[in-house]
């Protein structure tokens, strides 16, 4: 059974940056494609930033590229989103998912497994 728990969440001003970590626990990490996501109030989870399993290959959404970079660390069992240039519309809380399939995909229901979230804030 896969676990994944985020974190590196927090309060920050625009303009700033901040660093997620999901760990993931299981034998299926580095075999699996990994995805951040997140959901704001009142709006439905969208998808941020995909890896393949090999860190080969990276997806973007159109409102984070050029400001997020997603990376993974299959010796440590554990993927990151660096975000930069944060602007207020990138609050909301991020989840770290574990894709059924080795390559990117960026639909929810792509993905088995999910972390609990971690909220991050960010001011005006």
């Known amino acids: 059974q896969v676990q994944l728990v985020e974190s590196g969440g927090g309060l920050v001003q625009a303009g700033g940056s901040l660093r997620l970590s999901c760990a993931a626990s299981?034998?299926?990490?580095?075999?699996?494609?990994m995805g951040w996501f997140r959901q704001a109030p009142g709006k439905e989870r969208e998808f941020v930033a995909g890896i393949s399993w090999s860190g080969g290959s990276t997806y973007y959404a159109d409102s984070v590229k050029g400001r997020f970079t997603i990376a993974r660390d299959n010796a440590k069992n554990t993927v990151f989103l660096q975000m930069n240039s944060l602007k207020p519309e990138d609050t909301a809380v991020y989840y770290c998912?574990?894709?059924?399939?080795?390559?990117?995909?960026?639909?929810?229901?792509?993905?088995?497994?999910w972390g609990q979230g971690t909220q991050v804030t960010v001011s005006s």
């Open positions: 299981g034998r299926t990490f580095s075999s699996s494609a």
């Open positions: 998912a574990q894709g059924y399939y080795s390559h990117i995909y960026s639909r929810p229901g792509d993905f088995g497994s």
